[in-house]
């Protein structure tokens, strides 16, 4: 499997760099707009939970995101080494924020599982935190188009040949 791993510091100016990474990742699946909007949307809350409670009250560290390619599925996993999570089903549900009083909205986890085709969290407390995602590309609702984010190449989905490419 076709795997790209970067890893960087839980800072919030790193936060861009990782949703461009996964995006660029992502134009081998030539992927709609909707498609990369998603992938680019729960990138940037999973690294962003990184930034903002991973570390909190202890040393800043990394995070780390790998990309996978497995057919027309994408596979990614962000994670830290920070805190870690308690209570995962607790973490997951919408609006639960153990950060109130600086307004998270607590929907980052909803955020990540509904744009994505699957969605996983492991967490140990004191070791860390990966959250697993998938999304799969190019599945067009019958008899719509798609048209991908790179432009030009439509593709019909009534059963024949693409069209117009
Ligand atoms: N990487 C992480 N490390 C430690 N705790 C986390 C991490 N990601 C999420 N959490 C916990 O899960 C809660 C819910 O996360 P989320 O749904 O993104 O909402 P929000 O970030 O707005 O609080 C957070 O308030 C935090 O307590
Ligand atoms: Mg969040």
Request: glycine letters at 10%.
């Given at each position: 499997?076709?795997?790209v791993?970067v890893?960087f510091?839980?800072?919030?100016e ?9 995006a660029?990742?992502?134009?081998r ?9 998603d ?5 940037s809350?999973a ?6 409670h991973?570390y909190a009250?202890?040393?800043?560290g ?5 990309c ?18 308690a209570?995962?089903a ?9 950060l109130?009083?600086?307004?998270r ?15 996983s ?6 070791e ?13 609702a019958r008899?719509e188009?798609r048209?991908t ?14 069209a117009?490419?």
């Amino acid at each position: 499997m076709n795997k790209v791993t970067v890893i960087f510091p839980a800072t919030s100016e790193n936060e861009p760099f990782a949703r461009s990474v996964a995006a660029a990742f992502c134009m081998r699946f030539d992927p709609t707009l909707d498609e990369l909007s998603d992938v680019k949307t729960a990138v940037s809350e999973a690294v962003t939970n990184c930034i903002v409670h991973a570390y909190a009250g202890m040393e800043r560290g990394d995070v780390r995101m790998e990309c996978a390619a497995d057919g027309s599925t994408l596979h990614i996993t962000i994670s830290d080494s920070g805190r870690g999570i308690a209570d995962v089903a607790r973490a997951v549900e919408p609006f639960f924020t153990t950060l109130e009083e600086e307004e998270r909205s607590g929907m980052g986890f909803t955020i990540m599982q509904t744009f994505m085709t699957a969605f996983s969290v492991e967490s140990r407390p004191g070791e860390g935190t990966a959250v697993t995602m998938t999304k799969r590309f190019g599945a067009p609702a019958r008899g719509e188009e798609r048209r991908t984010a790179a432009g030009g190449c439509t593709d019909r989905n009534e059963g024949a040949a693409p069209a117009g490419c």
